[in-house]
């Protein structure tokens, strides 16, 4: 039984890395991230930017620096997104 074993090690070597491989690649969804296309997370950094605007002109005024910079970032963000082909 144990010269069973010890020529089965190859095999089952061969088994498990191939069961790995698999896995690994079977995995592998397209995400936006992993596209040539960066429109859409362009978008979503325009959203977020847009919402963190929002919430910081709330809480500190829309006559604040934080608001402004804010804004700024947020106007950066979404013409980019907007003007991506």
Request: with cysteine; charged share 20%.
């Amino acid at each position: 039984m144990k010269k069973f074993w010890i020529n089965s090690l190859p095999l089952l070597a061969v088994l498990f890395v191939l069961t790995i491989g698999f896995t690994m690649f079977n995995n592998l969804d397209a995400s936006p991230s992993d596209t040539n296309d960066p429109c859409p997370d362009l978008q979503e950094i325009c959203l977020q930017e847009a919402n963190y605007a929002a919430v910081t002109c709330k809480k500190y005024g829309n006559g604040s620096n934080w608001c402004k910079d804010a804004r700024k970032d947020a106007n950066r963000a979404c013409y980019a997104a907007i003007n991506c082909d």
